[in-house]
């Protein structure tokens, strides 16, 4: 806990008020405002345009028929009354009107119109029936990260000088207490989403994205909020063919298109997605959404989708691992045994089976989501261990991580002693977000440098 608060105030004494060099206003998709939404990232405290206070006390269920985005909510108004309706989420205040929602009877039970952009012009929000809905405005401002990664800047920082002059210990425990600080305020984020869907679909909806990996973390989320854990465990056997089906990947209609050993698994699919295709035709994700490109084969999302599908189905099995005593360990175990008998063999719904069996989720999966996953959940419950984190070795590197031991380290000799561990790659993702991302002097005025100086 010191080497956190260490960590803290060294981020905040050396906190950089300019603008980010690389943090660009950029409006969200509706589709992903709908998503950090009901993620609970705006919150759940806002002010309306008329002065109310509102809260979201349920953020209700993802719609599946045409109508507002958000059915069953729940809303306090001024601390004490409570409204039951629908919640819509547009960018523009505008948009209740240019899409028609004032003559649509659909709209008529919404109780909140959620909007980013607002007008020099008065714009209400009124029903069919004249009602006249409480509008509230969120700030993008208020979403700490977003799906799309950042812009990576590789070349050599102002703070390699001050690092290679400190010993090994002293550069371990700043990362220490940079990756501490990492996953406390992951569990931060997660004690929201848990507040406001439960325990075990807070812990699925991550599960989910971390599986999603970075080209498709949104599409994954999504998944998991429209199709829900509880949804998927009451019907096992159709838990697959619905998250295939709502991904999108059930669109077609000839079976000649898959090769013979695959025609019986997507037929299987099918039979069971079918019958329930209209009633869920809203929820099916566009397929602009996915991204196939630039990912290793054994990554492609139909292979981590069946994956999804399968713990989905070995549910208790994968909540026990995280809860004994050696968390990692047996959650590794947990995954890494975790099998599919048809995407053992196969990378996508039209390849040729491999030659040989593949695991359904590698090492350095596993790594990722104990990081990014298990530990901040486990720090939601204060049984999460240091020891841990800082014991886990790393399997791969990525683009940001390197990235980021340029910046700090240059050509340091050491530099690869840094990035031996999950916890330490952890660390250097931190600083690098905290101090690379946000100065735009480039190194010139960034306080870390200085601040190392002090680091004892």
């Known amino acids: 806990m010191e080497t956190v608060n260490r960590y803290e105030e060294l981020r905040e004494s050396g906190r950089i008020r ?42 209700g269920t993802w719609n599946r028929e045409v109508g507002p985005d958000f059915t069953d909510a729940a809303i306090r108004i001024n601390g004490v009354e409570v409204l039951r309706g629908s919640i819509e989420l547009d960018l523009g205040i505008r948009s209740w009107e240019t899409h028609g929602h004032a ?87 997660l004690r ?13 909806q991550e599960l989910a994205a971390a599986l999603g990996y970075k080209q498709n973390k949104l599409p ?39 090769e013979n050993d695959t025609r019986g698994y997507v037929r299987g699919l099918w039979d069971r997605w079918w019958p329930q295709r209209d009633e869920m035709e809203r929820l099916v994700l566009r397929p602009t959404l996915w991204r196939f490109t630039g990912a290793r084969p054994l990554n492609h999302p139909q292979r981590r989708l069946g994956a999804l599908a399968t713990i989905a189905c070995e549910w208790p099995g994968f909540v026990n691992s995280i809860g004994a005593e050696n968390a990692a360990s047996s959650t590794s175990d947990f995954l890494l045994q975790t099998s599919h008998p048809f995407w053992n063999r196969h990378y996508t719904l039209t390849s040729e089976p491999a030659p040989k069996e593949m695991a359904l989720i590698g090492k350095s999966r596993v790594a990722e989501i104990l990081a990014n996953v298990v530990f901040p959940f486990l720090a939601t419950e204060g049984t999460q261990s240091p020891i841990d984190c800082a014991k886990l070795p790393a399997q791969l590197s990525n683009r940001r991580v390197e990235t980021a031991v340029t910046r700090l380290f240059g050509d340091d000799p050491r530099s690869r002693q840094f990035v031996k561990t999950v916890a330490q790659q952890q660390g250097l993702l931190q600083i690098y977000e905290d101090f690379c991302l946000q100065d735009n002097s480039d190194c010139a005025h960034c306080p870390f440098p200085e601040q190392m100086q002090k680091w004892t």
């Open 192 to 204: 929201t989403i848990i507040d406001a869907h439960g325990r075990d679909e807070a812990l699925f």
């Open 220 to 258: 994954f989320t999504l998944m998991a909020q429209r199709i829900s854990l509880a949804a998927l465990r009451a019907h096992p056997d159709n838990a697959e063919a619905l998250l295939f089906g709502v991904a999108g990947f059930l669109a077609a209609t000839d079976l000649s298109l898959y």
């Open 103 to 189: 003559t649509n009877p659909a709209f008529e039970e919404t109780a909140l119109h959620v909007f980013v952009h607002g007008s020099k012009q008065a714009f209400f929000t009124r029903t069919l029936s004249h009602r006249n809905v409480l509008q509230v405005q969120v700030d993008l401002a208020r979403l700490r990260d977003s799906f799309p990664a950042n812009v990576p800047l590789a070349r050599p920082g102002r703070c390699q000088a001050p690092l290679r002059g400190l010993a090994e210990d002293r550069v371990n425990g700043v990362l220490a207490g940079a990756s501490r600080f990492r996953i406390q305020r992951k569990a931060a984020r």
């Open 18 to 59: 300019e603008r980010a060099l690389f943090a660009a206003a950029r409006d969200p998709s509706e589709i992903e405002l709908q998503a950090r939404w009901f993620a609970g990232d705006f919150g759940k405290l806002f002010r309306s345009t008329c002065g109310k206070e509102v809260q979201v006390v349920q953020f």
